[in-house]
């Protein structure tokens, strides 16, 4: 049933410095998604600064958008980038993806970005996924940026012309807190439990090694049912869909923002426990983030969806390792591999599941070769070790528990 094909891009996105800009001012482009989903103007302020205005949302069709976007100021050698949040709406699990991107290009052109305008929900994302910890946030010009102009430049088009950000108001049900925490009560007796309470979600902004974008797509042939209906069946079945070495276990409440999830993976003799937070989950999507102490410091979103007549599951990864030992592992004991075997299986099992045929292509990408040494001490919560030390303990908790009985 299944078939895989791959492709590599194993190289660095945009390692050059910014091209010198032509120095013509109040230069104003637009792009648009083909969905029309976001619309994008970029304005420039000065020779070395332009504004990005987004308006709608920032989903998986302002991927595209945003990157070429983000070329343009490159190109015209913009030191100084803006996104303006002003009129932007909902952000889901692919648009962290894109924004994290975005962040990855911005150091390595030694551009800096900068945000601006931020509503209660963004802010909440950006905590969540720890971009506000890295980027500059700006919401009116009492906070002095550095940079005039950002909050008094003048759109192409009247704000009345601009389309409202989308249900607004009922984003925080799709999130998990910012401040969350891990954990899973009543886990099966079989199952170990011992790295997971307590212990804070980590995203590839808080990783250790490099940086690598790995995306699964499974396209469903003769499907007679939609999107939403196929992202159901993903749900209801995620553990599952697991090969027989990775046990993965839901809460009662299932796939829902907030939620943990246990995991017990083996690999050549030696067992791993560890989990996920399900940071963000919709009717078309959800995503993951990974656990500090996790094999990978990572943000997966899985999504399905309708293209040139097909049902597309998606499973799209944004991973570093988490701590140094990981990363030897990474690079010298195939642990990418493993990864890969898992997706692939895990999108192989869902056809499966809705009983049709699945074929799988699998692309991966090199974004940032960089380390992030600052990062190096996640080692402290590594659930490799944790979890050898943990079994060897076994017989002593054993033998106290009894000596407790009375």
Known sequence: MKAIKKRHKQKSNDSGRPEQGNGNHTKTERTESASNDLHIEMIELRDDAAVINLTGSITSAADKPLNDAWEKSRRAG????????ARAGIIDGSGVSTLIKLHTRASQTKQELLVASLNA???EVFALIGLDRILKSYQSEADSPPIEGIFTHKRSRPDSEDKPPSRQSSTSANWARPDMKLVFEDSPPSAINANLAGLRPVGPLDGFGRLWEEVYELRLEGLEIGPRQVMDTFKRTFPKLHPPHTRCYLTPSGVQPGESMLINASNRG??????NLVSYASD????????????QAGWVT???????????????????????????????GGAALIQEHIWSHVLTSLASQLGVEGHVQVEKTKLDPSLQWSQAGQIR???????LVYLALTPARRLKRLFKRP
Request: net charge positive.
């Open 78 to 85: 913009y030191r100084f980038v803006i996104l303006d949040f």
């Open 121 to 123: 929900h963004h802010k």
């Open 270 to 275: 030696l067992t791993i426990a560890t989990g």
């Open 284 to 295: 078309d999507s959800f995503a993951l983030m990974t656990t500090e102490g996790h094999p």
């Open 302 to 332: 899985l999504s399905a969806y309708r293209q040139n007549g097909w049902i597309v599951c998606q499973v799209h990864s944004l991973a570093r390792a988490n701590d140094p030992l990981y990363e030897i592992f990474f690079r010298f």
């Open 381 to 387: 919560h590594n659930a490799q070790i944790k979890t």
